[in-house]
């Protein structure tokens, strides 16, 4: 007869096939298993594609107008799909398709180095606030406080509007400069639950010392939140982003092609070729909701309720 | 005999706007040999966990206000006062001097650093160890607290961990830097009764073996009756009583202790008998500058006890603070 397996020798194995994983790698396990995460993923997942390869993929210049496209051009009618011009010609005569492709690296680059910079600063502003205490935080929070209570996009508005000439540069601050307080006092509130936490009395307990302490025993478990609040925001950075060039304060270049402006110069022209609003405007859904899918799902692949 | 620790009239004073101060630990002083086991004994609020911390600096924030002094013996002339001792100073001792044990295995641990990892740290800051030194020295500390398979132990994180191993890792940590004093807060509250004692008897091997001093603190008088050298029973912030483990076991002098020891289920009592409890909780304490705190909870409280304070009193075996003890004629 063989011998039994008995539920305690079921449980160490059980352990044993744990042990050693590192929390990243059974984190990137509850994503796979995630049907949200991986439509999130796959639509961030082409859009990165598409972005990466925009020169390749385009089939024409985004800034070149084409004379078969111009010819057709008259007050009330602008050229639809047809061949070689898939989404048909902008208001300009331009190629509609291509200026689509070559918009997403301007939403990728913005959307990215927005959220980058707004989370490197937030984390730095919450690290400081939530491991220092006394005044160092009240100075630090009372700033994140009035910087909070006005509303994100008239923040982004004023900062861009602020700039001598508007470019790309000030829209990725703009957005950035949004995005700081929030990451802050995230960052802040969840430091601060770690400074009383016993893991931290004992590691103080032990000499460790005092940076040691804030950035391998606080820091890695307080940015939990922080990481899931970044993918969410590359969603709402791409949208505030659009939103200025949609009101004139982003990239003043005519020729590079932006879903935002692309959205804005289109409104004269909704009766005439509707389609110039709404290709813009899927794109800026689909991408923002591609984030907003995987940031849910990793949220819940890094509560450490769904841990075993 | 120099004791190793000198823990002399220690205060511990919580201030608080606009309200009275809370005075967690008022006027506690007893002493620790080398390679000695002493146990803090009380029930909870009597000031044992803050009398830890207050030994390692660690008391939270600026509101309290310490009181006395905390003599280490370091191997230094004189005894160091750790309770001058700037920040940085302390932050040297602790984890390299002095050694602490916590309550809660799991959250005592860091969950995203694996414990090897946490073992190490405490090796690199104070034994100067390079980074594969520290791992070796981390599967056998981790060997000798009773790990099986350390070598694979040694990248777990704590949640892929039973308690009593985290606990056991808990130890390896505090023990990592041979210090010349453990501290263990109730090390085995949160375990269950036979991993309890598992977890003592390694404490006992443990100490025994590296030569290193143990203060236990518990509420657990069991706990008390099988490690401890000497005990002191802790009541509102003050020592009420003080003896070597036997003599406090066969003759409890103080009304509190032997409370204590009376409240205890004993297998060869008859079931069907009430077991005896002491009335009250903390919450009917007196103040101690007039009366003896215990006195409204007391059995053999008389008059004297709410009028005037008890005097700690040195017998021959013994240090106790009370007007009526037990075996006295009333």
């Known amino acids: ?308 | 005999m120099t004791p190793l620790l000198s823990v002399q009239d220690l205060t511990v004073r919580f201030v608080r706007k606009g309200e009275a101060d809370i005075v967690a630990v008022d006027g506690v002083s007893f002493d620790v040999g080398p390679g000695e086991i002493v146990g803090l004994v009380g029930e909870s609020g009597c000031g044992k966990s803050v009398t830890s911390l207050a030994i390692m600096g660690l008391l939270p924030g600026r509101t309290p206000r310490v009181g006395g002094s905390v003599l280490f013996d370091d191997g230094a002339a004189a005894p160091t006062d750790l309770l001058t001792l700037s920040d940085a100073a302390l932050r040297e001792r602790r984890g390299r001097d002095i050694g602490m044990v916590f309550q809660d295995p799991l959250s005592s641990l860091n969950p995203v650093v694996p414990v090897g990892v946490q073992i190490t740290e405490a090796l690199t800051r104070h034994r100067g160890m390079g980074k594969d030194e520290a791992r070796t020295e981390a599967v056998t500390l981790l060997e000798r607290v009773g790990i099986p398979d350390p070598a694979r132990r040694v990248t777990a994180y704590p949640h892929q961990m039973s308690g009593g191993m985290r606990q056991r890792a808990l130890i390896a940590i505090a023990l990592a830097c041979r210090p010349r004093l453990l501290i263990a807060d109730e090390p085995t509250t949160a375990l269950d009764v036979t991993i309890q004692a598992q977890i003592l008897e390694l404490l006992r091997e443990l100490v025994a073996e590296t030569g290193t001093a143990l203060i236990m603190i518990t509420h657990d008088l069991g706990v008390v009756a099988g490690l401890c050298d000497r005990v002191n029973v802790l009541y509102g912030g003050r020592v009420v009583e003080r003896a070597d483990r036997h003599a406090l076991f066969a003759s409890p002098r103080h009304p509190y202790t032997s409370g204590l020891i009376g409240s205890i289920p004993r297998l060869d009592s008859d079931p069907a008998d009430e077991l005896p409890a002491i009335t009250g909780s903390v919450s009917d304490n007196l103040p101690w500058d007039h009366a003896c705190a215990f006195a409204p909870r007391c059995p053999r409280a008389i008059e004297t006890c709410t009028t005037t304070t008890p005097v700690a009193e040195s017998g021959a075996d013994r240090l106790l603070r009370c007007h009526n003890p037990v075996g006295a004629a009333r």
């Open chain 1, 1 to 308: 007869m063989s011998a039994p397996t008995t539920w305690a020798q079921r449980r160490r194995d059980r352990i044993d096939d744990t042990a050693g994983r590192s929390l990243t790698a059974d984190a990137l396990r509850r994503l796979r298993r995630s049907p949200t995460a991986i439509v999130g993923a796959v639509i961030i997942g082409i859009f990165v594609l598409v972005s990466v390869f925009a020169p390749l993929l385009a089939p024409h210049d985004p800034a070149q107008a084409f004379p078969q496209l111009l010819d057709q051009l008259r007050p009330g009618s602008i050229p639809g799909p047809q061949p070689g011009f898939p989404l048909g010609s902008d208001q300009n005569g331009r190629d509609e398709f291509s200026r689509m492709i070559l918009a997403s690296r301007q939403t990728l680059l913005v959307g990215v180095l927005a959220t980058v910079f707004g989370l490197a600063a937030g984390v730095v502003v919450g690290v400081l606030a939530g491991a220092f205490g006394g005044w160092v935080d009240t100075v630090l929070m009372r700033v994140t406080d009035v910087l909070l209570s006005i509303p994100s996009l008239l923040l982004a508005i004023s900062v861009a509007a602020l700039a001598a000439r508007p470019s790309q540069t000030t829209v990725i601050i703009a957005v950035a400069l949004v995005n700081v307080p929030i990451f802050a006092r995230l960052l802040r509130g969840s430091m601060l639950a770690q400074r009383e936490s016993d893991h931290v009395l004992a590691a103080t307990a032990l000499g460790v010392k005092r940076r040691a302490v804030v950035l391998r025993h606080m820091l890695p478990n307080a940015i939990g939140p922080v990481i899931v609040q970044a993918t969410l925001t590359l969603a709402t950075a791409i949208l505030d982003a659009a939103a200025l060039s949609f009101l004139g304060l982003g990239d003043a270049d005519p020729a590079r092609a932006e879903w935002g402006l692309m959205l804005a110069s289109a409104q004269p022209y909704l009766d005439v070729r509707p389609g110039l609003a709404v290709y813009p405007a899927i794109a800026i859904i689909v991408v923002a909701l591609g984030f907003t899918l995987l940031g849910e799902s990793l949220r819940e692949a890094l509560d450490p309720k769904g841990r075993r």
